[in-house]
């Protein structure tokens, strides 16, 4: 191949790559703004459903009968119901409850944040619940022995151990979330997933899924990659 072949080739590809730039730019500017609530969602639910769930898992290791029979059914009823089923329920369902219905109307995203957190929290507490149940009963007795609190127990005994066993599952339920808010495309939220359908239905082009499959796939590696890295700090 000639020199002459090679610079005419590449003066009919560059036209096209020109072309192929500017659409991916367009698809991006398009669909970007969908990703402040994908991330908003992601947050809200993560800073509030862990700590619920954290609260939930102590409260079921206590001795509180009732308290344990009321949390059993809360975590039987959002695990055994599907979490869209959940978020109709939140922003359609309590707005028309007799009586308080009118209190209930809450917006879509403050109503997608109220199911995921509430549906998060009981998976959270099953979670962490397991990681109570793994700290054999002699760490509390030889903290006793030391002359530990049940504070400091929990603070410098079981705690750290029951961290490190359930940081496993917890990097698979934050996974699951990412990808799990792109449920509230079925409440018309703007979020990252609705704009990528509407902008496909327009333009009957299914580029920008691929478009929108690459931030889902960014967010998760970087999730997978700061939970390999706790894994391996607390790898004791």
């Not at 934050?174 to 902008?199: F, R, Y």
């Not at 691929?210 to 970087?222: C, D």
């Not at 700061?226 to 607390?234: M, P, R, S, T």
Request: hydrophobic content about 55%; aromatic content about 12%.
């Amino acid at each position: 191949m000639t020199l002459e072949s090679i610079l005419n080739t590449i003066k009919i590809i560059l036209p096209d790559l020109k072309h192929t730039a500017e659409s991916i730019l367009n698809t991006i500017k398009i669909i970007l703004p969908g990703l402040q609530y994908t991330i908003g969602l992601f947050a809200v639910t993560i800073i509030l459903s862990i700590p619920l769930g954290l609260l939930m898992a102590f409260v079921m290791h206590g001795k509180s009968k009732i308290l344990k029979f009321i949390l059993r059914f809360y975590v039987l009823i959002m695990r055994g119901t599907p979490l869209m089923l959940q978020l109709f329920f939140i922003y359609f369902g309590l707005p028309k409850l007799p009586g308080i219905g009118k209190f209930l109307v809450m917006d879509r995203f403050p109503a997608a944040c109220v199911a995921f957190v509430l549906n998060y929290a009981a998976y959270f507490c099953e979670i962490f619940r397991g990681g109570l149940l793994s700290v054999e009963k002699g760490q509390y007795e030889a903290a006793k022995v030391l002359g530990f609190t049940k504070t400091q127990t929990m603070l410098r005994v079981v705690i750290p151990q029951m961290f490190r066993v359930v940081l496993p599952p917890v990097s698979n339920e934050t996974i699951t979330l990412v990808k799990d808010t792109s449920l509230v495309t079925a409440i018309s939220l703007s979020d990252l997933m609705n704009l990528t359908k509407a902008l496909v239905t327009s333009t009957s082009n299914v580029f920008p899924f691929f478009i929108a499959a690459l931030f889902y796939l960014v967010m998760t590696y970087a999730l997978t990659k700061l939970f390999n890295y706790l894994e391996h700090k607390f790898a004791y």
